[in-house]
């Protein structure tokens, strides 16, 4: 039977080809387009550098990653150097288009010439198929091809706007932990909510770590059941051929840290990071009992009328650049843990007053410190001022205090910051702190040694690490004993009502007016 082909391409059917079926023909089709796995092992070929163009064998945690893709909306999965991802990602892409109709397929990469690498091995693949498997193509280019069952594969680098104006049925992030934290939270933000929003759509994030970074904290999140990822792990041992001697001899190429990180997939942090590898990675990730739908904020720990709070604030300008965080202490017993927290770009310091006070007054009229550098002491002084709370912690230089004669709030110097840090390493890792909060845990993971002291890595942000360091540095003053203690504070705000009255004595001499008589 003599097919038309598509532009002159021998190896492509053109649309519109009318296929003789028989009943073999016909049971085989079927049977494909029901198991990705048998139709992988027996259609689609792949290129080796030994043996040339020859048909694809799975190796077991390939199968693993294929009934993965084909059975979970959403898949992650953690795959070494060199194991072949690229190659069997493309194979399942091929499937899922010829036999679902009106697919659309985003294949996003931190390159677009990454992403369009796996976009060839599909097409390689889809043109070595027998043409009475294939879908007539209607277009086929280096960056996208179209089927004549109006499914598609497109291939762009990852960005807020790669996929822009597409419905996607299934997106496919390959080398994700890759991609700059920047674009990945653009990304995450804008493009991402549409496409897993769908009833049926996928998800396949794909990499091999590359640090404690965006692509650790799904992996973080799927592992403690939050974010509804099933996780799919291969190391360097679950490749058959490599042995004790490619390990030893690997090592010695890459040393120890880039093994482990690339060919035994594990999530290896900078050396320079505030906390260890270690202690970073047995912090658990907790489901909040409350989120807003903008994730601004989150309750880990509803009010409770038995326990003190304490609260700390760092505050930005509003302006869609850093965050403004307000954290929740616990403080009552140890461990201390952050019980919610706030986080938004978007409020200005005017209308950052009446959204703290309103936490504050919900969690038993909780104490507040804030960071008085910049617009903080602004924010500090509208809340007492303005807001009429009391509860807010003052300082002196170093010292912090109960008394409203002192500043507002304090202020963060190389000194308070330094025993901040220092005390809130010390907390997290004795397990005298709990901190539940993903990105408060992202954020720990960057947080890294910079000029004789700690900030966020490149790109990064450190705004709720701050507020932690806030804490940390409360937890060293004389007063942080009193703010555990209920009846102490009871003492305190005799101690406050009577500052209150001295503050509002009249100055100078009141006359009456009637003459006193000293006779």
Same mark, same amino acid.
Request: hydrophobic letters at 40%.
């Given at each position: 039977m003599t097919v038309s082909v598509y532009n002159g391409n021998p190896l492509l059917k053109s649309k519109g080809i009318s296929i003789s079926w028989d009943k073999e023909k016909?049971?085989?089709?079927?049977?494909? $387009?029901? +198991?990705?796995?048998?139709?992988?092992?027996?259609?689609?070929k792949i290129i080796t550098v030994d043996d040339g163009e020859q048909p694809m064998k799975l190796f077991p945690y390939q199968k693993k990653i294929v009934q993965s893709l084909h059975k979970n909306r959403k898949t992650a999965a953690i795959i070494c150097r060199q194991a072949g991802k690229?190659?069997?990602v493309a194979a399942f892409v091929c499937w899922y288009v010829i036999f679902h109709e009106?697919?659309?397929?985003?294949?996003?990469? &931190?390159?677009?010439?990454?992403?369009?690498?796996?976009? $060839?091995?599909?097409?390689?693949?889809? *043109?070595?198929?027998?043409?009475?498997?294939?879908?007539?193509?209607? *277009?086929?280019?280096?960056? $996208?091809?179209?089927?004549?069952? %109006?499914?598609?594969?497109?291939?762009? $680098?990852?960005?807020?706007s790669a996929v822009r104006g597409f419905s996607c049925s299934m997106l496919l992030l390959d080398e994700y932990a890759f991609?700059?934290?920047?674009?990945a939270d653009e990304f995450f933000a804008s493009v991402y909510p549409t496409i897993a929003s769908g009833k049926e759509s996928k998800v396949a994030i794909i990499s091999t770590p590359n640090g404690m970074n965006h692509f650790y904290k799904i992996?973080?999140?799927?592992?403690?059941?939050?974010?509804?990822?099933?996780?799919?792990?291969?190391?360097?041992? +679950?490749?058959?051929?490599?042995?004790?001697?490619?390990?030893? +001899?690997?090592?010695?190429?890459?040393?120890?840290?880039?093994?482990?990180q690339e060919m035994n997939c594990e999530f290896v942090g900078s050396s320079n990071t505030l906390l260890s590898s270690a202690s970073l990675r047995s912090l658990v990730i907790e489901s909040p009992v409350f989120e807003s739908l903008d994730s601004s904020m989150r309750i880990y720990e509803n009010p409770s009328p038995d326990k003190n709070y304490v609260i700390t604030v760092d505050v930005s300008r509003g302006v869609g650049g850093d965050n403004t965080v307000i954290s929740v202490f616990s403080i009552k017993e140890t461990p201390y843990r952050l019980v919610a927290q706030f986080a938004s770009n978007l409020v200005n310091f005017i209308e950052l007053p009446p959204?703290?006070?309103?936490?504050?007054?919900?969690? &038993?009229?909780?104490?507040?410190?804030?960071?008085? &550098?910049?617009?903080?002491?602004?924010?500090?002084?509208?809340?007492?001022? +303005?807001? *009429?709370?009391? %509860?807010?912690?003052?300082?002196?230089?170093?010292?912090?205090?109960?008394?409203?004669?002192?500043?507002?709030?304090?202020?963060?110097?190389?000194?308070?910051?330094?025993?901040?840090? &220092?005390?809130?390493?010390?907390?997290?890792?004795?397990?005298?702190?709990?901190?539940?909060d993903s990105d408060s845990i992202l954020e720990l993971s960057n947080f890294v040694r910079s000029k004789g002291s700690f900030a966020a890595d490149s790109g990064g942000h450190d705004d709720r690490v701050m507020t932690l360091v806030l804490f940390s540095y409360l937890t060293t003053q004389k007063v942080f004993s009193e703010l555990t203690d209920s009846s102490a504070i009871n003492k305190i705000l005799i101690n406050k009502e009577k500052d209150l009255e001295f503050l509002m004595k009249p100055v100078g001499y009141m006359s009456d007016g009637i003459q006193e008589d000293f006779n």
């Open positions: 016909v049971e085989e089709y079927v049977k494909c $387009s029901k +198991d990705p796995i048998y139709f992988i092992e027996k259609y689609i690229t190659t069997v009106a697919k659309t397929v985003a294949i996003l990469a &931190n390159k677009a010439i990454t992403a369009r690498e796996i976009l $060839s091995r599909v097409q390689f693949a889809y *043109e070595r198929l027998p043409n009475w498997i294939q879908q007539g193509v209607v *277009e086929w280019n280096k960056g $996208s091809f179209i089927l004549e069952n %109006n499914s598609r594969v497109l291939a762009a $680098s990852t960005s807020s991609v700059p934290n920047t674009v992996i973080k999140e799927a592992e403690s059941g939050l974010n509804g990822f099933t996780v799919t792990k291969a190391i360097w041992s +679950d490749v058959p051929g490599r042995n004790k001697k490619w390990e030893r +001899d690997m090592r010695a190429t890459l040393g120890d840290a880039k093994f482990e959204v703290i006070t309103d936490i504050a007054i919900k969690y &038993n009229n909780a104490y507040v410190l804030i960071e008085s &550098n910049d617009l903080g002491e602004a924010v500090a002084t509208s809340m007492y001022m +303005d807001m *009429e709370y009391e %509860n807010l912690l003052y300082s002196s230089g170093h010292e912090v205090s109960f008394s409203a004669r002192e500043n507002y709030g304090l202020k963060t110097t190389a000194r308070t910051k330094l025993v901040g840090c &220092n005390t809130l390493k010390s907390l997290l890792e004795s397990d005298q702190l709990v901190v539940g």
